[in-house]
């Protein structure tokens, strides 16, 4: 079918009449250009209904209004509208008629528009009801918040699916791929007509072409299946992401018709517990980084350019796969997956017959899951980045006999639809154990004691031993027991904060095979270790590797109940617990993980605030400390300061201004990591790293000057997308961290799309044209209107123009 974008040129407006005899078009309503995300324009306040799980945004009903012209031969064609994603419960309908409706906030949905068509113009209304809060964990965003296309096609075409590629064998210099082609008749009268399909390399040369003739009978669908043979093949993975086209033709008297293309990877996938998980016959250990789908500063507005930026820093980081959390991909962030090599565990649902939100997905779960799963599928099935499908996130009845049938017929229904990928389901033994918990708190309180361990809280308070007992919580014989059910139905084992369990359970369940599918971030020294030991775990999923908006404070350290942690309050509004700020600065544990990976290898320094000195930290398991890689810290000279060192090797020295400090083994107390306590002076901080007592590498912070400051910007281009990177660094381009100021911008020839930070408590709107910087660092993304763009930044008494 031919496919364009329908994007532009939208009528919107916050929705507050449900009963409205007559469909005007409010004087308030505004025109917007797709992908829109309604719940980032709100305006976050304390009282949200949505509260830290949303970053303290309410959702509404929205409407969604644009015309449409149709010729009289336009109503003999098939149009249908395809929504790759709108949140949530969406009504769509044409010249007052309800055309379809889709509740999965996340899944692709198609609407067929053209039985009610008329010649002239034509009123297409999507209403998008979001209003009932709460019913997401997460900072959901709301409305159109993906693309729109427009499908057309004559009465005989290729179904809008699209045709799918399967690769049947790899074999040293041959594959074999088979193509499946759904074509309809959608009018009266039985067809003849032959199909021509072209196979084309990443080099546009075509490298394989077959034509046969068919029939199909009138209002009837046949899918056209054949295999053809691909000599030398390039095959695809993340370290060579080779992507093939095939291009496929119906014709009809040696007319064409109808026409689909479709982007394809050949590659195999095989997973047992003996040789882990193999990729073309390659074993591989997943890097993994759980991720959320907002874009930061962008909200949920799914743009292709910036997931191209987003898995860019990713897989510089180390990263070799993501886990989609906790909903299916959108197509842009597979496309980009496939494009740049990056593995992806796309996911079915968050909840399934029990609900998490007061109005979540669970109220139609049960006469949905079908048609949302097989959504999942047919999105997914040509990406060669989609390796693992889970069927769900952290489930509380998977380990009852009912949740566990239902678990078995969701794995079967996928077999059914896509035999190639493997199945799990992220699960946390905890939270399928329910009312078993305090029996579970009972016993380890028990243990503790005859261990002569100090019992701190209340001993029936599950909460007050599972910082200090996890480990023993979740070996549990009882949770044993339930992952003997929960575990049945699929190929691969999810584990969600369940590490303790990986070698006993490889030694006692032998054909099980296991994915840390939810770990916690500091832990990834011990999880990577066992990771590399035992075949039958195949990787490891951080929470997250991007931080996202919403679940407000789960990761910000704090130092009185309120201002981090799971207590977080108000203006708190990010997660805080990625390896990667929002705005994709790396932060310091995500250089930890990449030398735990093997991937680095000169020290990293981060320094933890000095003004915290001597203070309990209050944490979740998520928060390593509160460090930041400066050595900037006016005012505090001469006071105790704890530097963080980050290293492989077997010792690490520290030098201040070419003083000894100290030298320390390396992992003292966690693998690859140190710490030094000294007196804090300004000047130059050096870690150098020995193995064997030679000297590996060395890192340098020094202290910046902000009586020298000024700013600084720089523009990268992501397709249709500027990130302005601005900065406060002094004479000598050290980062100023300490004198965060105010900052304007204003634009010219550009689109303000987001302006801010990633400061987890942020003072200003996204969509406002000021913020504070963070640490000496702020983002400004833009969409050019012109072939030159202008932006005026300025600050306190320090101003840039720049021009791109």
Known sequence: MKKKLFNDNWLFWNSGDSFALVWNVPDHAKTVHLPHDAMIEEQPYADSKNGGNTGFRDGHNYVYLKQMECTKEDLSTIKIL????SYMNTFVYVNGQLAGKHYNGYTVFYVPIHEYLQIGQNEIRVEVRNAAMNNSRWYSGSGLYRDVYLLESDKLYIKETGTTITTRSIEAAFAEIQISVPVINAGFGAKAFSVNIEVFNQENQRVQSELRPYYIKSHAQSDITLRLGIDKPTLWSTETPYLYQ??????????IVDEDSQRFGIRTIQVDSRHGLRINGESINLRGACIHHDSGLLGAATYEAAHRRQISILKAAGFNAIRMSHHPAAPALLTVCDELGMYVMDEAFDMWTRFKGDFDYSLVFEDNWRKDVLSMIQNDYNHP????????????EIATL????????????IKQHDHTRPTLAGINGVFASGNQIPQITRDVVEQNKAEGQEIVGNVNDFMSIMESSMDKIVVHPIITKNLELATAATDIAGYNYMSARYEVDAQNYPNRVIVGSETYPPEIARNWKLVQQLSSVIGDFTWTGWDYI???????PAYQFGDGGFGAQFPCQLAYSGDIDITGTRRPLSYYREIVFGLREEPYIAVQKPEHFGKQLIKTPWVLSDAISSWTWNGFEDKP???????????????????LIAKKVVGDSLDYRTLFELPYQPGELKAINYANGEKIAETILKTADSNTMTLYANVNQFDDLSYIDIELRDAEGHLVTDSDQTIVVELEGAELLGFGTGNPKPLEHYLSNSTTTY??????????LTDEAKVMITGQEIAKELLW
Do not use: C, H, W
């Open 82 to 85: 395809t929504f790759e994603g």
């Open 641 to 659: 300061i704890i530097v963080e060192v980050y290293a492989p090797g077997d010792e690490v020295a520290l030098y201040l201004n070419d003083q």
């Open 246 to 255: 095939v291009k496929v033709q119906l014709i009809v008297n040696e007319e």
């Open 550 to 556: 919403g679940e407000a404070g789960v990761g910000v």
């Open 775 to 784: 640490y000496g660092k702020a983002l400004l993304i833009t969409r050019k």
């Open 385 to 396: 980045s989609v390796i693992l499908y889970s069927i769900g996130n952290e489930i509380p």
């Open 402 to 413: 009912e949740g566990s049938l239902l678990a078995k017929n969701m794995n079967d229904f």
